[in-house]
């Protein structure tokens, strides 16, 4: 049977070993980070354009087709 301890000391240990792994952790540097995100607003924008093009296209081709 679990006790409330059990469940406290694997909780606990559980911690220190996800904090011991985020140390190792390479994180990137700020300007990759904002480069990144540019990168990421650039490619949504494109993707949603996009997708409003064709969405603009279908109510024609529909609206064409319902008449």
């Given at each position: 049977m ?41 490619c949504t ?7 409003g ?6 109510q ?8």
């Amino acid at each position: 049977m679990v006790t409330p301890k059990d469940i406290f000391d694997r909780t606990k240990k559980y911690l220190r070993e996800v904090w011991s792994e985020l140390s190792r952790v390479s994180w990137p540097q700020k300007k990759e980070i904002i480069a990144s995100t540019a990168v990421v607003i650039i490619c949504t924008f494109i993707v949603a354009f996009f997708l409003g093009i064709v969405d603009i296209a279908l109510q024609k081709l529909l609206g064409y087709l319902i008449k």
